[in-house]
C-alpha cells in the first residue's frame, strides 16, 4: 500500500482526514503517515464533547467507523477515549483511537504540516475560543487553517482572530458564496466537482485562495490543477 503520486506543480497537497487512504482516517497512525510524506497540511475534524473536550473524528456517531450508536457531542472525552476503532481492513488494532485535539496539532507540530482544522457542527463562541487557545498555546496558530460547512462559526471565528487563515466549505460555487467569502477575506475550501478556472480565477483576483475535496483521481487533480487551485485536499494522491 502506498499512496499515488502526481504531479503537482505549484499546487499544495493537504492529507484529508491524515493519509486516509492507508491508514484508519482521523487517527494519529494517519496523521504520522501524513507526516512522513510530502505533504503540505493534514486535514482534520474537531468536535466539542458533552464536558467541553476538543476530540478529532468526523461524524456526528460512531457508527460507520465503529459500528457504535455512540454520539460524539453527547459522550465525554473520558467515554470516547475508551474505544479502539478497527483498522481498513476490519481487524482490531489497539492503537487506534479517537485523538485529542491537542495530540493532532503535536503530530503537525512534530512533522512541520500545516494544520486543516474543520470545525463540526455549530460550535459556539466560547468553544472556537477554547479551540483557538489550545492551537496558540502550542505554537501552531500561525500554521493552521480553519475550515467550516458552518458560516457562523467562520463569522466568530473572524471577529475573535482578525488574522486566522480561514476557508469556506461549500460545494456550490455561487455568486452568494463568493460575495461571503471577498466579505469576510476567507479562502474557498470548494467541492471538486464544482469548479471551473473561472470562479478559480475571480476569487484570485479578490485575493482569496482555493482549496478543493476530495480529490483522489489523478485526471481529477491534473484538471484541477490545470484551473490554478492553490491546494488538493486528498485520501491518496502525494
Not at 460507520?64 to 488494532?93: C, H, Y
Not at 460547512?149 to 456550490?172: H, M, S, W, Y
Not at 471551473?196 to 475535496?213: D, F
Request: charge should be negative.
Amino acid at each position: 500500500m502506498n499512496t499515488v503520486c502526481i504531479e503537482k506543480k505549484n499546487c499544495l497537497m493537504i492529507a484529508h482526514r491524515g493519509v486516509s487512504g492507508l491508514e484508519r482516517e482521523n487517527t494519529c497512525a494517519a496523521f504520522v503517515a501524513a507526516g512522513v510524506k510530502s505533504y503540505y497540511g493534514i486535514e482534520t475534524d474537531v468536535h466539542v464533547t458533552a464536558d467541553g473536550k476538543y476530540v478529532i473524528f468526523h461524524d456526528d456517531d460512531l457508527k460507520r467507523v465503529a459500528g457504535l450508536d455512540i454520539n460524539v457531542e453527547k459522550s465525554t472525552f473520558a467515554e470516547l477515549s475508551e474505544v479502539r476503532l478497527p483498522d481498513t481492513d476490519g481487524n482490531p488494532r489497539s492503537d487506534l483511537c479517537l485523538p485529542a485535539l491537542s495530540d493532532y496539532i503535536a503530530i503537525c507540530r512534530k512533522y512541520d504540516k500545516t494544520a486543516v482544522l474543520e470545525l463540526k457542527s455549530r460550535i459556539v463562541p466560547e468553544h472556537i475560543a477554547g479551540i483557538v487557545a489550545v492551537v496558540k498555546d502550542m505554537g501552531w496558530f500561525n500554521r493552521t487553517i480553519f475550515i467550516s460547512f458552518c458560516k457562523e462559526n467562520l463569522v466568530d471565528l473572524r471577529g475573535l482572530c482578525p488574522d486566522a487563515e480561514i476557508q469556506f466549505l461549500t460545494g456550490e460555487a455561487t455568486e452568494e458564496n463568493f460575495r461571503f467569502m471577498e466579505k469576510y477575506r476567507f479562502g474557498a475550501d470548494l467541492c471538486g466537482t464544482c469548479v471551473t478556472p473561472e470562479y478559480v480565477a475571480r476569487l484570485h483576483a479578490a485575493g482569496l485562495k482555493v482549496n478543493c475535496w476530495t480529490i483522489d483521481r489523478p485526471e481529477d487533480a491534473e484538471k484541477l490543477i490545470a484551473a490554478g487551485v492553490d491546494f488538493i485536499t486528498t485520501d491518496i494522491l502525494e
